[in-house]
């Protein structure tokens, strides 16, 4: 028995190691010292007889047979950690990870009035600045994702589209002067880039054939929520999601200069483990965020005529 407690502290320990590519970052998590978590693949790779990484440079990286060891590891130490959630005093919270955007703009809104209507379901809301939006249910603490994507989840995670990603340019009231502009203007405007890549505004004029307009000037932002409110301020044109600037169009602190909406194909997705012992919980949350969508909001420009 001492023998196997210890091969399990050995197998989690080259579990994490896999992860991060590095003993370092490993025994950091946890809590131990390079030297042990080290020991303890030496340890595994005694047991069975052969290498499970390839330690030629600074950056550990998998053998074969260390990469098949950790595919399944990585499910089984989650299958454990769903046994114990089971009882703990948290087990009827969700863990619930989302961009930081989409928390400020529209979910912290839903989730207060989810609260309101079920006392049984508390949700722990993680808001996190995410370039591309991503979860490792496997590695990372939560129960649930909220995330912007194109559909395609890995077969074991479970998903439900909330609502469709459509782009579309906004500014303050007084930043333009012509009512209908047409897009030569927007050689003399100032274009705010909520991301770093300027990929929003690419796409947006790409879909309008218009990519001879320039993007490479103007501010660039970390997050759409940043470009939002520099447009609020009067510092120029952003692209935005619909969905999430809606309050402040319907309010009139923007307004769409053009009024070519783009679908980009993407959407806001809730995904979850299929395995998860939390599934009710999850259908209750997701049923509930689902209600919140106006069936408006689906429809794209439209949208803006409702």
Not at 118 to 131: F, G, K, R
Not at 267 to 282: D, F, I, R
């Given at each position: 028995?001492?023998?196997?407690?210890?091969?399990?502290?050995?197998?989690?320990?080259?579990?994490v190691?896999?992860?991060?590519?590095?003993?370092?970052?490993a025994?950091?998590?946890?809590?131990?010292?390079?030297?042990?978590?080290?020991?303890?693949?030496?340890?595994?790779?005694?047991?069975?007889?052969?290498?499970?990484?390839?330690?030629?440079?600074?950056?550990?990286?998998?053998?074969?047979?260390?990469?098949?060891?950790?595919?399944?590891?990585?499910?089984?130490?989650?299958?454990?950690?769903?046994?114990?959630?089971?009882?703990?005093?948290?087990?009827?919270?969700?863990?619930?990870?989302?961009?930081?955007?989409?928390?400020?703009?529209?979910?912290?809104?839903?989730?207060?009035?989810?609260?309101?209507?079920?006392?049984?379901?508390?949700?722990?809301?993680?808001?996190?600045?995410?370039?591309?939006?991503?979860?490792?249910?496997?590695?990372?603490?939560?129960?649930?994702?909220?995330?912007?994507?194109?559909?395609?989840?890995?077969?074991?995670?479970?998903?439900?589209?909330?609502?469709?990603?459509?782009?579309?340019?906004?500014?303050?009231?007084?930043?333009?002067?012509?009512?209908?502009p047409?897009?030569?203007?927007l050689?003399?405007c100032?274009?705010?880039?909520?991301?770093?890549?300027?990929?929003?505004?690419?796409?947006?004029?790409?879909?309008?054939?218009?990519?001879?307009?320039?993007?490479?000037?103007?501010?660039?932002?970390?997050?759409?929520?940043?470009?939002?409110?520099?447009?609020?301020?009067?510092?120029?044109?952003?692209?935005?999601?619909?969905?999430?600037?809606?309050?402040?169009?319907?309010a009139?602190?923007?307004?769409?200069?053009?009024?070519?909406?783009?679908?980009?194909?993407?959407?806001?997705?809730?995904?979850?483990?299929?395995?998860?012992?939390?599934?009710?919980?999850?259908?209750?949350?997701?049923?509930?965020?689902?209600?919140?969508?106006?069936?408006?909001?689906?429809?794209?420009?439209?949208?803006?005529?409702?």
């Amino acid at each position: 028995m001492s023998e196997r407690i210890q091969a399990l502290h050995a197998l989690r320990a080259f579990e994490v190691a896999s992860r991060y590519g590095s003993f370092t970052r490993a025994a950091k998590e946890l809590a131990l010292t390079q030297g042990a978590v080290s020991h303890h693949v030496k340890t595994l790779e005694d047991l069975f007889g052969c290498s499970l990484f390839d330690r030629r440079g600074p950056k550990l990286h998998l053998t074969e047979q260390g990469r098949s060891l950790a595919q399944e590891l990585k499910v089984g130490f989650k299958i454990i950690e769903n046994a114990c959630a089971l009882l703990r005093h948290d087990r009827y919270a969700l863990r619930l990870k989302a961009p930081s955007t989409l928390t400020v703009r529209w979910l912290l809104r839903a989730l207060d009035g989810f609260k309101k209507v079920d006392d049984t379901c508390a949700v722990q809301l993680s808001s996190v600045w995410m370039d591309i939006d991503s979860v490792d249910f496997y590695s990372e603490p939560f129960d649930c994702a909220i995330l912007l994507s194109d559909g395609r989840f890995p077969t074991e995670v479970e998903s439900l589209k909330l609502f469709d990603e459509w782009l579309i340019p906004v500014c303050h009231p007084d930043y333009l002067d012509q009512a209908k502009p047409d897009l030569s203007v927007l050689a003399h405007c100032e274009l705010l880039h909520p991301s770093p890549d300027r990929r929003d505004w690419r796409r947006w004029l790409a879909r309008l054939d218009a990519l001879h307009v320039g993007i490479d000037q103007g501010q660039v932002f970390d997050t759409l929520d940043q470009g939002i409110s520099a447009a609020q301020q009067g510092l120029g044109i952003s692209v935005v999601d619909l969905v999430l600037a809606s309050t402040d169009l319907k309010a009139g602190r923007l307004v769409t200069p053009f009024k070519q909406a783009v679908a980009t194909g993407d959407g806001y997705y809730m995904t979850w483990l299929k395995s998860s012992p939390k599934a009710w919980q999850m259908q209750k949350l997701r049923d509930y965020l689902l209600s919140q969508v106006p069936p408006a909001m689906q429809r794209g420009i439209q949208y803006l005529y409702e």
